[in-house]
Nanobody
């Protein structure tokens, strides 16, 4: 069983930056693909970014490409989401997720059903 705990959310003005962290315990974090998703009020949870188990491959939603960067530190069992140039439409609860699959490709892992383990989420609010 893998436990994921997000942190780093908060209130920021348009154009500002935040860095989210997701600390993992249990399981074999370094072997899992990891993703970040977000859910705004009244909307479905949507894909934001994903990173392969090695960190060598990353994927982004078009809406955040060029502004957000996903990274991981397997020695610290932590995945990060650096968010720059934030916009009000980025306001949401952000969730990290682990696919629970050992050293498989992260390609196409953009749906919630591809991920087995989820954190509780952290709120990001961008004021205009």
């Amino acid at each position: 069983q893998v436990q994921l705990v997000e942190s780093g959310g908060g209130l920021v003005q348009t154009g500002g930056s935040l860095r989210l962290s997701c600390a993992a315990s249990g399981g074999t974090f370094s072997s899992y693909g990891m993703g970040w998703f977000r859910q705004a009020p009244g909307k479905e949870r949507e894909f934001v970014a994903a990173i392969s188990w090695s960190g060598g491959r990353t994927y982004y939603a078009d809406s955040v490409k060029g502004r957000f960067t996903i990274s991981r530190d397997n020695a610290k069992n932590t995945v990060y989401l650096q968010m720059n140039s934030l916009k009000p439409e980025d306001t949401a609860v952000y969730y990290c997720a682990a696919d629970g699959k050992i050293r498989t490709s992260i390609m196409g892992r953009t749906t919630t059903g591809e991920y087995r383990y989820w954190g509780q989420g952290t709120q990001v609010t961008v004021s205009s």
